[in-house]
């Protein structure tokens, strides 16, 4: 841990600023996971009850949490799986031709012209006295009744003519079979219209006999219900069921009341027969959460390890979470479902985006959304509202610059939740979805209001400078910026233009380029107590540092940083910008007066501590970018003729020297940081300091006379 951080525990265990007290960060982590249990599982002990179906309730039973209702579930979706077979039973539409049914009509057309081949083979006046026979051996052999015409009128045939017919007759009625699609009640029709057919295209009486006779005989319906259609409109006359739900406090069963089946099934799926399931039920939810938090604990070890140190902000995330697992354990227990649509996952999402991270905020509210699954049932749309709304407020606050931003992102997540339940309304088709859209703007437009109103009072609780606070602080009507404007404008407008080179050096190196920024405009507040110290304040009157000894002025100069870090706490600026303050200086040289104390000592020795500043050195990234920001734009002032060349070298030269003095070791700068650092500044000082045109003697002459008319 480094000082900084030591200082801030220290502060919270005396209480300054700060309500909560330093804790480690697994008694964190175990606290939300006992809070977590606490919260999910109060209702999963119920009393054991012993009863069987058929017996009469001695006491009213009451559901101790909420449960789908399985038994009547499962009965409404039979129900509505045979009301779709049937309906799709009676739809033609639902059919598909059967090619089973052109085989076997092939095969007893070719079995009675066997038939009628042998018997014509026996001899034909046998054949004619045979004709009932020969007709009871195909009804026996195929189930079909030929007519004794038709049997007379093939025996009149020849046996190569009996070939012919076979094959004409497969072709009217096995290809047409399956070709075409043959209901029982167009049987008729289709044999009708094949024997005017055949009547069109044979003269021959025995020949049309024969061939009519034996289509009509074999031609049947061919359509099979098509079951992969029949299976798709049951899935979905089952889908369209919606799940009946227990609701907690709701009577299972009356006293005096008859226990049926479905009293006993809801009981059992509850827990209250078997304590044994209760406990399996338990334990799943307890090794849930614990998956959830070690998945989070490892994310934010490896990606916000700072958080493992600022406990103040583990605080806030776990009771962030916590706080959004109480108002989905909340709606779980009303019987309304429209409940489920209100929980304020959005709520978690843009309060940790703005106060801690926009990646932590993600990932809490996918720890979220599974906490919103094991409260509501496992439904899928809870989660999936919970995830739209969620993500859309952590995305909706990344740029937020005011607290009327948080209104826009309200707006932007109810609008998302608005969408995302007309789409599962329309895919699930769920009617009721698109009547609770609504809920999801509502939803939105609370978790908004509700940041507005928390997100100062969490500021101030845990001690977090948020972006819009410090967007706040950087206003110039801020009492402090103010009256550095009025009472030492110059170095009012100097703190503006470190400002400016802090925000594009710490945008350079990824730094926090708004606490830069602010922390720089506040940088050189203690020059209020004693403004005519300090030469951009002197507007080129008398240097009271010329009377003084060089000790006595390098203590009222290194006096500003105390003083400015005495106004910032009256101010009740935050930590970070008194940190800013503090360390501004580090415990850098004042090398003006330590160079003319040793002029003056003759040879003596001078004690360096005299003429230091106190520290410490900067402990952050912006701190130490706001140091050189500092020390570089008051030393170009000082060039008589700034070209981009002399900028570099002195910008180069501050920043070695400074680098050599140790003031950068305990930041977190590398030597590529200070590269960038230095030809961002080069780039933005050479834009402020650039050459101007030298106007003409006459032309300034002439300004000068029009002044003095006006004047």
């Not at 007290?21 to 606490?38: K, R």
């Not at 949490?65 to 077979?85: F, G, I, P």
């Not at 605080?315 to 209100?342: D, I, N, Q």
Request: aromatic letters at 6%; glycine letters at 6%.
């Amino acid at each position: 841990m480094n000082l900084q951080r030591l200082r801030t525990v220290l502060g919270w265990m005396k209480g300054k600023g700060n309500k909560l007290t330093a804790i480690g960060p697994w008694s964190v982590v175990i606290a939300l996971f006992l809070c977590l249990n606490i919260v999910l599982l109060f209702d999963f002990m119920p009393k054991q009850l012993n009863i069987a179906v058929g017996q009469v309730a001695r006491r009213d039973v009451v559901a101790p949490r909420r449960v789908m209702n399985k038994y009547r579930t499962e009965q409404l979706r039979q129900q509505a799986t045979d009301s779709a077979q049937r309906e799709a039973a009676a739809a033609i539409t639902n059919y598909k031709i059967d090619p089973s049914a052109a085989y076997k009509a092939e095969e007893k057309l070719a079995g009675i012209f066997n038939i009628l081949r042998t018997e014509l083979h026996k001899g034909s006046a046998n054949a004619q006295q045979n004709t009932k026979a020969v007709n009871a051996k195909i009804k026996e052999e195929y189930g079909l009744d030929i007519s004794a015409d038709v049997v007379k009128a093939a025996f009149e045939l020849t046996p190569s003519r009996l070939d012919s017919l076979e094959a004409v007759a497969r072709k009217y009625s096995v290809d047409t079979m399956r070709s075409e699609r043959i209901s029982e009640n167009q049987v008729d029709i289709v044999c009708s219209r094949l024997e005017d057919k055949i009547i069109d295209a044979y003269r021959s009486t025995n020949e049309q006999k024969v061939l009519a006779g034996v289509v009509n005989a074999v031609v049947a319906p061919n359509l099979t219900l098509d079951r992969d259609k029949v299976d798709k409109l049951v899935e979905q006359a089952k889908r369209l069921v919606q799940p009946v739900y227990v609701e907690q406090g709701q009577i299972i069963v009356r006293e005096k009341d008859l226990i049926q089946t479905e009293h006993y099934e809801v009981m059992k799926d509850l827990g209250l027969l078997d304590r044994r399931a209760n406990y399996l039920a338990v334990l799943g939810v307890v090794i849930m959460v614990a998956m959830l938090l070690t998945a989070m604990a490892v994310y934010v070890f490896q990606f916000n390890h700072s958080l493992v140190v600022q406990q103040r902000s583990l605080v806030l995330l776990g009771s962030t979470l916590l706080v959004v697992a109480c108002f989905a354990k909340a709606a779980s227990l009303f019987a309304w479902e429209g409940t489920g649509y209100l929980i304020p996952t959005a709520l978690a999402g843009m309060l940790l985006a703005i106060l801690l991270d926009s990646r932590l905020a993600i990932m809490a509210v996918l720890f979220l959304a599974v906490i919103v699954a094991l409260v509501m049932g496992q439904d899928a749309k809870y989660v999936i509202m919970a995830l739209s709304g969620g993500l859309a407020g952590v995305f909706s606050v990344s740029r937020v610059s005011q607290r009327m931003d948080l209104t826009r992102a309200g707006l932007v997540v109810g609008f998302v939740n608005f969408i995302a339940l007309i789409a599962l309304g329309l895919f699930r088709a769920e009617p009721f979805l698109l009547k609770f859209s609504v809920l999801g703007v509502f939803n939105g437009l609370v978790s908004a209001i509700l940041a507005i109103g928390l997100l100062p009072y969490l500021e101030t609780l845990f001690g977090i400078t948020s972006p819009i606070r410090l967007l706040e602080l950087s206003n110039s009507n801020q009492p402090l910026l103010r009256r550095l404007l009025i009472e030492v404008p110059g170095s009012y407008h100097h703190s503006l233009i470190v400002g400016n080179l802090a925000e594009a050096a710490a945008e350079a190196v990824g730094g926090n380029a708004l606490l830069a920024r602010v922390g720089a405009q506040y940088h050189d507040i203690g020059k209020l107590r004693r403004p005519d110290f300090f030469i951009e304040n002197q507007y080129g009157g008398e240097n009271p540092h010329d009377n003084m000894t060089p000790a006595y002025s390098a203590m009222i100069i290194t006096s500003h940083v105390s003083d400015g870090v005495e106004l910032a706490r009256q101010g009740k600026l935050p930590q970070e910008i008194i940190d800013i303050i503090e360390q501004h200086h580090g415990n850098d040289i004042v090398r003006y007066f330590h160079h003319k104390a040793q002029e003056c000592a003759q040879g003596e020795p001078v004690e360096e501590k005299d003429y230091r500043y106190p520290g410490p050195r900067p402990q952050t990234k912006e701190a130490a970018i706001v140091m050189l920001a500092d020390c570089v734009e008051a030393a170009v002032r000082s060039l008589q003729r700034p070209t981009p060349e002399s900028i570099e070298e002195l910008v180069r030269h501050m920043i070695r020297e400074r680098l050599n003095d140790g003031q950068f070791d305990e930041s977190d700068l590398t030597l590529k940081d200070l590269d960038r650092m230095a030809k961002t500044f080069v780039k933005v000082l050479t834009g402020i300091f650039h050459r101007r045109i030298e106007y003409p003697k006459t032309v300034l002459a002439e300004a000068e006379a029009d002044a003095g008319e006006v004047s």
